[in-house]
């Protein structure tokens, strides 16, 4: 099922926490909503879902509206930060509850059975169909939250946050079987996430929000190797950001030099092109840069903090009046107050705006 989200505002008083916001999203596909705390996320799902209303805007699933419609009327899955089951009910029957109540046909009891022993398997709870929900860490009851909502094999799956009470290496299973899942049904999902490599690793689109506006839209290797501006920048990945002026005049997707206040000119690429002597902001990856022993090429500094982070490690290097962070592998051992050059490819240096 397509989504279009077209020109949605939603205010709490004077607060704005959706400002105009539109959105295509095309049938199968996983769109991310990502941004900080309180930038609108949940306020847009649940609009979407139609248990908020819009002040202004439209709503359309393939291509009909339904910014009017109820939830009842949809056939959607969910799962809500506050996911709540059904206390008096075991698993099997919070999971098969979609099933029992669905209007558009009936699932006989053999039907219902596999279904269910489905999700139960996709999520990890083989096994746990006769316990009491309230039995459950709060990880486990989330799990049947999203069982719950992919038992009915829904045309839209609206997510809130739906890993956010699992550790850290069970959520990062649940996300490549929560994807394989998705693809596998070709259900059209929405995914409300603050975690940066959620998004990037489960999405085909990643939708940055910050202060109820989408402040960019793109598949997330755009995201995170052409932010587009500083925010997102800084919220995908720490990146280091510099400031100069273009050296010369760069034509949009062109390679230019810009000269930062130290003098040193460094190489980079200009996705919207630039005139001569153009005030720039440039994001530069930790990761992109090679940390090594002092040369003419790249640009020289002093490393004034490093921190073993096992796998890698993070250096702090002083160029001029700016601090640039840079990861190398694991076993680097440069100390403290070492020259240092770093290099980078310039199409790692991204001039943003
Ligand atoms: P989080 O990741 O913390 O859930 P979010 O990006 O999902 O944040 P929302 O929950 O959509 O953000 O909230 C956006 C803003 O709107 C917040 O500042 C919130 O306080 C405000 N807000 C949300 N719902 C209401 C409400 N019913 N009444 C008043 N203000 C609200």
Same mark, same amino acid.
């Given at each position: 099922m397509s989504i279009s989200v077209k020109n949605i505002s939603r205010s709490f008083g004077d607060f704005k926490? /959706?400002?105009?916001v539109s959105i295509d999203v095309e049938s199968g596909e996983l769109i991310a909503l990502l941004?900080?705390?309180?930038?609108?996320k949940t306020t847009l799902l649940r609009i979407i879902a139609g248990l908020e209303t819009a002040d202004s805007g439209q709503i359309c699933f393939h291509g009909e509206d339904?910014?009017?419609?109820? /939830?009842?009327?949809r056939r959607i899955g969910f799962v809500f930060q506050h996911y709540a089951l059904f206390r008096h009910m075991t698993v099997f029957e919070n999971i098969a509850f979609p099933l029992r109540v669905a209007k558009d046909r009936r699932y006989g009891r053999e039907e219902v059975s596999s279904l269910v022993g489905q999700a139960l398997a996709t999520v990890g709870l083989s096994g746990y169909g006769d316990r009491p929900a309230t039995r459950l860490s709060g990880g486990q009851q989330q799990r049947v939250a999203l069982a719950r909502a992919i038992v009915h094999r829904p045309k839209l799956l609206l997510l809130d946050e739906p890993l956010s009470n699992l550790d850290a290496a069970l959520r990062e299973d649940m996300r490549t079987e929560l994807r394989r899942l998705q693809q596998q049904i070709g259900v059209t999902t929405i995914y409300v996430t603050h975690d940066q490599s959620e998004a990037l690793a489960m999405s085909d689109r990643i939708a940055v929000m910050d202060k109820g506006r989408i402040v960019q839209m793109g598949d997330p290797r755009d995201i995170y190797f052409r932010p587009a501006n500083a925010f997102v920048a800084n919220f995908i990945g720490a990146a280091n950001l510099l400031h100069g002026k273009s050296e010369d005049a760069v034509a949009a997707g062109g390679i230019g030099s810009v000269r930062l206040p130290n003098g040193s000119l460094v190489a980079c690429l200009f996705p919207s092109g630039a005139a001569k002597g153009t005030d720039t902001t440039v994001s530069l990856r930790p990761e992109s840069i090679v940390v090594g022993a002092e040369t003419n090429a790249g640009l020289n500094g002093t490393i004034v903090s490093s921190s073993f982070l096992g796998s890698s490690v993070r250096y702090e290097v002083r160029i001029g009046d700016d601090v640039i962070r840079a990861m190398a592998a694991g076993e680097s051992t440069l100390s403290v107050g070492s020259p240092v050059s770093l290099t980078f490819p310039p199409t790692a240096a991204v001039v943003l705006g």
């Open positions: 926490a /959706v400002n105009d941004g900080p705390s309180g930038s609108g339904a910014t009017d419609s109820s /939830v009842g009327e």
